[in-house]
């Protein structure tokens, strides 16, 4: 699995389900619809929680969405040093 943003879950998550909403998806997550439009305004990173649960509805390798998640945190925040040993992880994990 490629490393993934929490846009590109939340897009397969609906697509999963068959819904375009922001409010299908958090409504299939209990979220708020506001929580959801935060990730595509990109002021939010999905919950890990929520990463697990998105793994479980799409057949996605929870430890890898886990480890997508961090990453992006990481570059969020600008630390470029965490990036690349989350990446480096994720890269070792997939091997």
Same mark, same amino acid.
């Given at each position: 699995?490629? &490393?993934?943003?929490? #846009?590109?879950?939340?897009?397969?998550?609906?697509? #999963?389900?068959?819904?375009?909403?922001?409010?299908?998806?958090?409504?299939?997550? !209990?979220?708020?619809?506001?929580?959801? +439009?935060? =990730?595509? +305004? *990109?002021?939010?990173?999905?919950?890990?929680?929520? !990463?697990?649960? #998105?793994?479980?509805?799409? !057949?996605?390798?929870?430890?890898?969405?886990?480890?997508?998640?961090? &990453?992006? +945190?990481? %570059?969020? +925040?600008?630390?470029?040093?965490?990036? %690349? *040993? =989350?990446? *480096? &992880?994720?890269?070792? &994990?997939?091997?």
């Amino acid at each position: 699995m490629e &490393i993934m943003t929490t #846009v590109q879950l939340a897009d397969l998550c609906k697509s #999963v389900i068959q819904k375009e909403s922001s409010y299908a998806l958090a409504k299939v997550l !209990g979220l708020t619809p506001e929580g959801v +439009r935060n =990730w595509y +305004r *990109h002021d939010a990173v999905m919950a890990d929680e929520v !990463g697990l649960e #998105v793994a479980d509805l799409t !057949g996605l390798d929870p430890e890898m969405v886990l480890l997508s998640l961090q &990453i992006e +945190r990481a %570059q969020k +925040r600008g630390n470029d040093k965490m990036s %690349q *040993h =989350w990446k *480096h &992880i994720a890269s070792q &994990i997939a091997a």
